[in-house]
């Protein structure tokens, strides 16, 4: 990639997982100039991790082209309980030692810029409404479906972060409060326990006790249960899977039913490895979406793909660095 | 009530319901100056009811002791389905025959002042979040408990109104998706059905049917079976009343976990007749938000009841006012 052609300021985005770091210089129209990938190594401890993700900025701003000192700002998207305006890490599942953790003003001394922290889903919603699925639309909700559900929520250009910077935790609403499944986070009846990838495959565990004859059980044997084998089987023709699936779909509706009768965004969007599963099974989510919502939302409120794809966290990342100190446009 | 010690500008605040008109002259720092309320006569057509609503705002102004031209503006709140930058009203259920109005332009050629059309609980969160429960706050949550459920939600200063007038129904929240009870809207497992004086009563009467010894049997036989009735045998030691207020509280406990999950507010506020049950329902409201919120919200999260009464409504909408057409402060 090539700086020719791109608009300054210039900011940096830096997506913080728990296996990977994923980094990349984006121009003032939101555009990527370039994109680097490292380890987090998070097991090795908070110091590590963070000369990482230092390391992971600074060899995207090499090959980015760019002079270190045209890079504006920082934007940090992490996963984990946080809070975001302290720049603090607290307690982050998949991040083990790195607790109470003041990463935004740590990455800030390594880099030598100012640097935002926000939420990873929050910043990927954000990467959507201003380059991605969400352009030009004023409010957005997004659905993120990988081994949890996470979510973020845009409301007239702003994150909804919440004042505990617990905002959009969309896997977390509760769907069936009596008689709900667990779910990772050891409640009960939230959405994440019914509609992630990791619910989705602990449902089919539990259905091949009762249907051993589906095709997914051969998948079983063959250490290959995942998302993506139900999908695929869903599409050979499995009963089993195509249900699993369906049903799927509409847990998802009903999360996305939830927010537009919370949040009314212009655009509701799906984020995540099981968006894999195709344009079939977004329809079959509208379609479960039209059928419950009210009818002004159900018929006018867009239901989509997102379109950034795992770029997204870094490209909103450095949208809230520009957001948070770049100038007004 | 009197002018002395107020600060203009002034503000009309006119709320609409379906059997009543409340109205109020608002000083500039929120204070009421004057109420008056009018029968909407809403049967006899929009036409009596605009001219209903005009002569609510001309007599609280009158009793106000200012003249019409001290009132820079007009906020109108109404309940029902509507357009809200459009001041439209389109399908108001309590409005039989009111739809498809041009409410706000109607009121305001009447009026010949600058009118704010702004739904009524998103009204009524907005007085609570200028001068009542949620002052000085940035965010907050409302859940009204009467007939239905309905909601306001505050983020930032700002009303959450939603792409197509339909934030904040949160009395539409999913929260038992399967084997959910049926919704006065004709859905299932909403919030509503569950939690509204209505659902609380309809729930009082199917549970005699296996409890008729129950001192609420007596209620149901002197036609006296409300929810201040069931309220009162719980207090009074009526083992069924008790269990049915309990739960009451864990569904409004469930409803205000999936807000502090989504938009994680600085303070859940209860209004409506409901919260005439008093401080032991709202702590065992408290309680089970406690036991489900995620820690760092339900340990933070103000929970509290709203403070205004039935004034929320014209207060707030002449607060809306002032945020349209005042100048900022």
């Known amino acids: 990639m090539s700086v020719s052609g791109h608009r300054p300021p210039f900011y940096l985005g830096i997506d913080l ?4 770091i994923k980094s990349g210089v984006v121009d003032d129209a939101g555009r990527p100039i370039s994109s680097v990938s490292l380890p987090t190594e998070a097991g090795r401890g908070p110091d590590v991790g963070i000369n990482n993700l230092a390391e992971a900025g600074r060899r995207a701003v090499a090959e980015s082209g760019l002079d270190w000192s045209q890079i504006a700002a920082v934007g940090l998207g992490s996963p984990g309980t946080m809070d975001i305006r302290a720049g603090l890490l607290l307690d982050p599942p998949n991040l083990p030692g790195w607790d109470n ?8 001394g390594l880099l030598g810029k100012p640097t935002v922290l926000q939420n990873d889903a929050n910043a990927a919603a954000y990467g959507e409404f201003w380059v991605g699925a969400g352009k030009g639309l004023a409010s957005l909700v997004l659905f993120t479906l990988g081994t949890g559900v ?7 250009g702003r994150i909804i972060e919440g004042r505990h910077s617990h905002g959009a935790e969309c896997g977390h609403i509760i769907i069936q409060m009596d008689g709900g499944r667990l779910c990772s986070c050891g409640a ?9 990838a990791t619910a989705l495959v602990k449902r089919a565990m539990e259905a091949l006790e009762a249907e051993p004859t589906s ?3 051969k998948r079983l044997d063959a250490d290959d249960l995942t998302a993506r084998a139900i999908d695929e089987e869903a599409t050979a023709g499995d009963p089993l899977a195509r249900r699993l699936m369906r049903e799927t779909a509409r847990y998802l509706a009903v999360g996305a039913v939830c927010l537009m ?6 655009i509701v969007l799906f984020s995540g490895g099981m968006i894999a599963a195709g344009p079939a099974f977004l329809d079959q989510i509208r379609s479960d979406i039209r059928a419950m919502a009210f009818p002004v939302p159900a018929s006018r409120t867009r239901v989509e793909y997102a379109q ?6 870094f490209i909103g990342a450095a949208g809230c660095a520009r957001q948070a100190f770049g100038k007004r446009t």
Request: no cysteine.
């Open 17 to 20: 997982g728990g296996t990977n």
């Open 101 to 108: 953790l003041p990463i935004r003003d740590r990455l800030a």
């Open 150 to 156: 996470g979510g973020g929520i845009i409301d007239h």
């Open 188 to 196: 009960t009846g939230h959405l994440e326990a019914y509609a992630s």
């Open 215 to 217: 095709s997914l059980g």
């Open 261 to 266: 009768h919370t949040i009314d965004p212009d």
């Open 308 to 313: 950034l794809g795992g770029d997204a966290g």
